[in-house]
Structures are given as C-alpha cells and as structure tokens.
C-alpha cells in the first residue's frame, strides 16, 4: 500500500506525492534561482584547437550533482554589438549559446557543467580552420538549480 | 477554474493571500509529476553494412498512453532539458531521446559510410507523468514581498525515505520549504509558415523556463524573445521549422525573474 496524499480533479490524479517532482531549495545561498551576468573573456587559440575557460563557479551545496535548467540572453541593446554577433541579438536560447564569426561558422559556445561541487558556467571557443582570438561580449544567465539528482545518479 | 483544490503555501504564508511565488502547490496548476525516473547505459555496435541504418533502441516503457513531457542529462555534454541539437557520444556520435505512447527510445540515423559503429548513449533520464499537448493557460499571479517563515508547513517523504527532520529536499515528494515547479501554460504552438517561427503568448511579463518538444517528443529548435516579455518565438536552429510543437512554458518559481 502507498502512504500519501492525492489530489484528483474530476477522478484524474492531478497530484500524489508518491511521486517526485521538481523541486528548488528557496533558502540556499547562493540562490538556486537566478539571473546572473555573464562576461566571458576572449580565448585564443590555433587553428583546430579548442580552448574553454570557467565563466562563473555557483556552489549548490548539495550531496549530489544536480538536476540544472539554464538559459542564455544578450545583457546589451542589439546596437551595442558587433556585426557578427548580431545573428543572436534578442536571442534567448535555451541553455546553449553559440557565436559566429563574420563568415557564419559557429566557432563559440556557452553551456554548463554540474558535478558534485558546483555549477560552472563554461566558455568554449573552437576555430574550425583557423586560429585566432574570440569576440565575446556579456551576456545573462537565469538558472534553476533542482534539489534532484541530475547527473547519472538515482 | 473553481475554488475547489488544494493550496499549499510556502511556510510563514497566508494561503488566501499567496500569490503564485509563493505557493508550493495550487491544485489549479498542472504540476510535472515524475513518472519514471532512470540512467540510460545504451553501447550498441552497429555493423558495417551497405545500408543507412534508422537506429531504434527501447530504453524504457512508460505506459502512460500519451508522449510525454521527457528530461534527459547526457553524460558529456550536460544541458538539462536540451536545445535544439542532438545528444553525442564520446565518438561524438550524434543521437536523441525520442518517445511515443509506451516508450522511450535511444534513436539515431547513421550513413552507412559512417558503419561501423560503437554507440554510447549514457544519461539521467525522466519521464514526467504531462502530456504537454494538454491545451491550458493560468491566470498570472501579481508578484511582491518577501517570504517569511515559520515552524508551520507541509511535508510529504518519497516512498523510501524515513526522516522528515532530514533537510535534503531529494528525499522529499513535497515540502513547503521547497518550491516544485509548477505549470503557466501548455499546448501545441503552430508554425507561421510566411515566417517560420511560432510564438507562444504566455503574457508573464518575464522570460520564463520551458520546454519544447517536436513531434517525436524530444527537445527541439531555438527561441528568440525580440525583446517581448510577454511572448517567447521559436525557429529552427539549422532548417526552417514546419507544424506544430507541442511546450510548457514554466512560471518561475522565485522572484528573480528575467527581463
């Protein structure tokens, strides 16, 4: 027999905490839900190689790597930026963010990585043909950080 | 939608003022259930062979009837509820999680120039108990004030777990200390085909979380906002997008909202 509440809506289960769900820890600091800025600094790399730097470190002080959700959008007006940026003014991708150089190839990315410490926010840049110095320019993140295991882990 | 259901307020709240930040349930919203929860470990050799091969792997029956709403964390490339671009394997062998009414699939499609191949498809998988094609809209909720707190609260262990003076959330099914994630709006939003793009209306003022699934259930293409905080405008990340998707756009769940 399962022990619990239920809520049903017209005999439908709309709620039973027999099962999990998502949930976010209000209290932590710092917060599991947030817009934060983000400046990645220009990475310089030879032709072919990928190169990548740690943006931001958020500690989750949680006994396991958790379940994340983040998303990236530009932090300036669509003026501010370069022109070869400009393909991802107003932009607000889901947790995946790459920049183009001025011939159209996606060359940098912005993502995430969870282990059992922290949340780092990661900047990679990766010159396809050739070599060169990344144009970044800031960008904000808004993440939610779940107390739920996300990360091969039950 | 009637005054009928249960609220549960964050602690410290009173129930006939929360507004939506700061209600740890309201029976009005649709909330993500978590109906299966798993760590995929797929290493499939496909042989060499004259022919492409359409790759299909079963990792799991959910039985719920419908396709659900899915979260899957690959192994390498950790990107939650995903974006738009395929899964890949240490052989950056590119694959995706796929659903229909019963299962959950590993699929790929491989050239057969490209065999053979070892395929490694690791991950944290859930399968939530919402068909996000459920057409449902709430009300926004005005938004202001801190939350107190108070001895007061509500919490329910998972199946499993013995302790409610335990202070790690993860053990916990419900917990009003603990924010769950609750449901603004969902559907079927529908391409324009003079723009390629579709665009879901959600009128919180804010740039909410949400997920979006093409019609095999997997997270798809991209979103732009164009500085409109009432709607989000999906399209294609290398191709133009046709149909329609079915989304769940989340309302946030702490006031910390982004504009």
């Known amino acids: 027999m399962s022990n619990g509440l239920e809520v049903r809506d017209n005999s439908k289960p709309v709620l039973r905490t027999t099962r999990g769900h998502l949930l976010i820890d209000p209290s932590i600091i710092p917060s599991h839900f947030k817009v934060v800025d983000i400046s990645p600094t220009a990475l310089t790399s030879i032709a072919g190689e990928s190169v990548e730097s740690v943006v931001l470190r958020i500690p989750h002080r949680l006994p396991y790597a958790p379940f994340v959700d983040c998303y990236f959008f530009p932090a300036g007006a669509v003026g501010n930026k370069p022109d070869q940026f400009f393909q991802i003014d107003g932009t607000y991708w889901h947790d995946f963010h790459p920049f183009n150089n001025p011939s159209g190839v996606v060359t940098d990315a912005l993502f995430v990585k969870v282990d059992d410490v922290n949340l780092n926010v990661i900047y990679r840049y990766n010159p396809v043909f050739a070599g060169g110095v990344s144009v970044p320019f800031p960008v904000k993140m808004k993440y939610s950080i779940f107390s739920n295991p996300g990360y091969n882990q039950l | ?259």
């Open chain 2, 1 to 259: 939608m009637g005054k009928k259901g249960l609220i549960i307020t964050q602690q410290g709240i009173d129930v006939e003022k929360a507004p939506d930040f700061k209600k740890v349930y309201d029976s009005n919203w649709p909330i993500l259930e978590i109906s299966h929860e798993m760590v995929v470990d797929v290493v499939v050799n496909i042989p060499a062979g004259a022919n492409d091969v359409q790759f299909r792997y079963p990792v799991l029956k959910h039985g719920l009837g419908f396709k659900p709403a899915t979260s899957y964390v690959p192994s390498d490339e950790y990107d939650a509820f995903g974006s738009g671009h395929s899964f890949h394997d240490a052989g950056f062998h590119s694959y995706d999680i796929e659903v229909d009414d019963q299962y959950v699939y590993v699929t790929s499609l491989f050239f057969a120039f490209e065999l053979p191949i070892l395929l490694t498809a690791r991950g944290h998988l859930r399968v939530y108990d919402y068909d996000p094609r459920i057409e449902f809209k709430a009300n926004p909720d005005p938004v202001g004030g801190d939350t107190r707190k108070s001895r007061f609260g509500v919490k329910v262990l998972k199946q499993g777990s013995v302790s409610l003076r335990d202070d790690e959330f993860s053990r916990f099914s419900l917990n009003s200390r603990a924010k769950a994630l609750t449901i603004h709006q969902s559907g079927l939003v529908t391409v324009d085909p003079a723009t390629n793009q579709a665009t879901i209306n959600h009128g919180l003022g804010y740039l909410p979380s949400y997920m979006l699934f093409n019609t095999d259930g997997r997270p798809s293409v991209a979103v732009r906002q164009f500085g409109d905080l009432n709607k989000l405008t999906f399209f294609g990340v290398q191709a133009a997008i046709t149909g329609s998707f079915p989304y769940i756009v989340f309302k946030d769940p702490l006031l910390e909202q982004a504009k």
